[in-house]
């Protein structure tokens, strides 16, 4: 397994390589996912609601540099080690100041669109952040068993926030089990929902509020650590579950086992989406699948880009997907990493009811 510097190492030429295909001289880095990917997992922000930070990354055809006020630097230097693993880090005041660098500066020239790319909106660049995330979701092996572990962590902490719920405790609360089981493992869940009761019959992202559990909960986690994210979600209902509710669950369970199946080396999203489309008519709910995306390629962020009908990005083997199809009250979710023998389910909790009749099995709703 290759050492952190190694994985930079790849990563640079990886991404050189991109750049001269491309055109590109100078390529900027603001998002905090690209930050990680090229980082090797490095922290690089503050608010972790943010999807920039105080860190600017840019890269030339022979130079790298991460550029940062003097609050980050330090830590930037000392605990996660980036100029030994080839990072130059330049400092600035943190109130700035004229001769505080610029990506300009650093690299030698003017930004222009012609000879500069960024992964985000920028003064005098191109905006390549589609290509930037295609690039960051072709994991290598040591990403993959980074993911492995970490899709292993997110499972065991749904699980025990599971665990913890009962009755009568807000969708706070329940949110609070999640954040309590995730922290602990180095993990933050920078996708926290909780729905209990009706509200899962309506709303699709429901973030949690202090409405009470009686019998139906729905929770939903994205968990990050070392850049990486993993997205699960379970169903829990106490007492006898309604047959409407037996019945949604095992339809979006059949659409998700469906396109996990589907999930294969040398397919594309849309093919894999024409088989969402198709186990949904199957299932009893024809167009089911436009109330909500239903999900794609994951890596550096939740969703690195999403499966659309007409999507022509090709899976490759090592590659995570989360599909999570859904209907009123009902959603099936995990990682899962496309294998040349079949999908690996990555957020597995085997502790949970399964349901087996689909192609591939997937959890039921636990019966407490």
Known sequence: MMTRKQEIEAKLERLRGWMDESGLEVLVLRRIASLAWMTAGATTYVVTANGEGPVTGVVTRDGAWLLTNNIEGARLVEEEQLPELGWEVVTHPWFGGPNAPTPASVSGGELTPKRAGADVPFDGTRNVAAEISRLRSRLLPIEQARFTVLGAECAAAM?????????????????????????????????????????????????????????????????????????????????????????????????????????????????????????????????????????????????????????TDVLEEGMVVAWNPSLPGAKSEDSVMVGAQGPVVLTDTPQWPMIETVSVPRAGILVR
């Not at 559990?213 to 929770?219: D, F, G, S, T, V």
């Not at 379970?234 to 579950?241: D, L, M």
């Open 159 to 311: 699980s025990t926030a599971a665990g913890a719920v009962v009755p009568g405790q807000s969708e706070y609360e329940i949110a609070g089990h999640i954040a309590a089981a995730t922290q602990p493992r180095g993990i933050q869940a920078i996708v926290n929902l909780v729905a209990t009761d009706e509200r899962m019959h309506r709303y699709r992202h429901p973030l949690p509020t202090t409405k009470k559990l009686e019998r139906h909960a729905l929770l939903v986690m994205c968990g990050r650590r070392d850049g990486l994210v993993a997205s699960v979600s379970r169903i829990i209902h106490f007492g006898p579950v309604p047959e409407e509710i037996r019945r949604a669950h095992e339809a979006v369970a059949y659409v998700d086992g469906r396109a996990q199946a589907a999930s294969r080396p040398g397919r594309t999203l849309g093919e894999v989406f024409t088989e969402i489309q198709d186990a949904y008519r199957e299932a009893g709910f024809p167009d089911a699948w436009q109330g909500h995306h239903q999900g794609g390629v994951s890596g550096y962020e939740p969703r690195e880009y999403l499966g659309l009908p007409d999507s």
